[in-house]
């Protein structure tokens, strides 16, 4: 059986976002499924020595303009929420909790999470506003905002985090398909030719 492409992002990245709308629609082409794992960007940062784009000198309003001009080539929209860059812990938590019951609607809720924050600029750190947008897509919202102080969810995320660095892992979005690593959104065309052509 083929191995699923392994997509893996931080609900505060707007490339993340971006990729999105991209990477379910890329596997399918080629009868391939996605495993989408959100992982805490914030302590990969810590390992690499790295910080998020937008606060770097000269590179962060390239980015900023990069992003935007992205997302108008994809017509998609693109604001930064309020507090931007955002701490995704409860998202994430929320996210794990329901892909151990039912991971299609996990990917669903982190659909929904990355609209609410770069489509209607919300900031989602908040353990009430991840509840409420599960609420908006069918969720039970109080069962979730339990649900992201359970040490369930807690273990998880913080795993998920853990084997995200061990492996390398150390931006977002970030693929890996059939063992080959693949950094940022403007790789995806390349996720499409290495599934095309069996790699290079």
């Not at 937008?54 to 309020?82: I, N």
């Amino acid at each position: 059986m083929v191995a699923p492409l392994e997509f893996y992002f931080d609900f505060s990245s707007p490339y993340g976002y971006l990729a999105s709308y991209r990477i379910d629609e890329i596997a399918a082409e080629f009868g391939r499924t996605v495993t989408w794992r959100p992982y805490l960007l914030g302590v990969a940062f810590k390992s690499s020595g790295q910080s998020p784009l937008v606060s770097q000198p000269m590179r962060g309003p390239y980015h900023l303009r990069d992003m935007e001009r992205t997302a108008r080539r994809l017509k998609v929209p693109m604001v930064l929420p309020e507090g931007f860059p955002m701490a995704t812990t409860a998202a994430g938590r929320a996210f794990y909790w329901l892909d151990s019951k039912d991971p299609g609607k996990a990917r669903d809720l982190a659909k929904a999470l990355y609209r609410a924050a770069f489509a209607q600029a919300r900031n989602i750190t908040p353990t009430e506003v991840v509840a409420a947008v599960a609420g908006e897509i069918g969720l039970d919202a109080a069962e979730v905002k339990t649900a992201i102080g359970s040490p369930e969810a807690k273990e998880r995320l913080r795993a998920e985090t853990e084997n995200a660095i061990a492996r390398g892992i150390f931006g977002s979005p970030f693929f890996i398909i059939d063992g080959e690593p693949f950094w940022g959104n403007d790789r995806l065309d390349d996720v499409r030719e290495w599934l095309k052509t069996g790699g290079w």
